[in-house]
């Protein structure tokens, strides 16, 4: 079975503040991709990453897959709080289910 | 609102008792996941359907089970109840096309089971 860890856990931060969270495996996935859950809703896809050593950006969030696809980092800059909620990392192997890492919790305080 | 429907929000049940919960997919999506999210485990993969056939399945418990119907939607049946099933039950739902990658699936809000 793959695992994949997140770090860290939980992080309070506030507002305007950067930060960055990290998903690491000892496996290597064709693709890897990143949720947000807020409270009370399901996970909601942010990006996907395919290629070793790529980076996206969506706005203020840049997300980069390792080069030998094993780990993914998600940096977040100038933080606000509406950034708050779960960031979900999920690997797959090839059009395989998703395994998903336990989360980062994110607060981010005004 | 991702167009994924989930009924009921809330369940409040005893242990041994049996469960349904039902799930609709975004319109034109022909496949439907099932998930569990607990605090110590995270969100677990249960199973998989794709246009009424079982495609896939992951840690799903032989006291569970599932199914999707002609018109798609899709229900999760869990008997035999006990407090270590007291989770967040997504669904979600995908095109389902095969392809290099997974394709986006879609989370809808999730069902609350509390056993008591």
């Known amino acids: 079975t793959q695992l994949l860890k997140q770090s860290p856990q939980f992080l309070s931060i506030q507002e305007g503040e950067n930060l960055t969270v990290y998903c690491n495996s000892s496996s290597v996935f064709s693709s890897l991709q990143w949720y947000r859950q807020e409270p009370g809703e399901g996970p909601v896809l942010l990006v996907t990453v395919v290629t070793g050593g790529e980076v996206k950006k969506l706005k203020r969030l840049t997300f980069q897959f390792g080069d030998a696809r094993k780990d993914s980092s998600l940096h977040i800059t100038a933080a606000q709080p509406g950034d708050t909620g779960l960031y979900l990392c999920a690997g797959a192997e090839g059009y395989s289910t998703l395994t998903f890492g336990k989360g980062t919790m994110l607060l981010v305080s005004p | 609102d991702s167009g994924v429907t989930q009924t009921p929000k809330h369940l409040i049940t005893a242990t041994g008792q049996r469960v349904t919960l039902r799930c609709s997919p975004r319109s034109g999506d022909l496949s439907v996941y099932w998930y569990q999210q607990s605090l110590d485990q995270g969100l677990q993969f249960l199973i998989q359907y794709y246009n009424g056939e079982e495609r896939a399945k992951g840690n799903i418990l032989e006291r569970f089970s599932a199914q999707q119907f002609p018109d798609l939607h899709s229900e999760l049946n869990l008997s035999s109840l006990e407090l270590g099933d007291s989770a967040l039950y997504f669904c979600?739902?995908?095109?389902?096309?095969?392809?290099?990658?997974?394709?986006?699936?879609?989370f809808g809000p999730g069902t609350r089971l509390t056993v008591l």
């Open positions: 979600a739902s995908s095109v389902g096309l095969a392809g290099l990658y997974p394709d986006t699936q879609y």
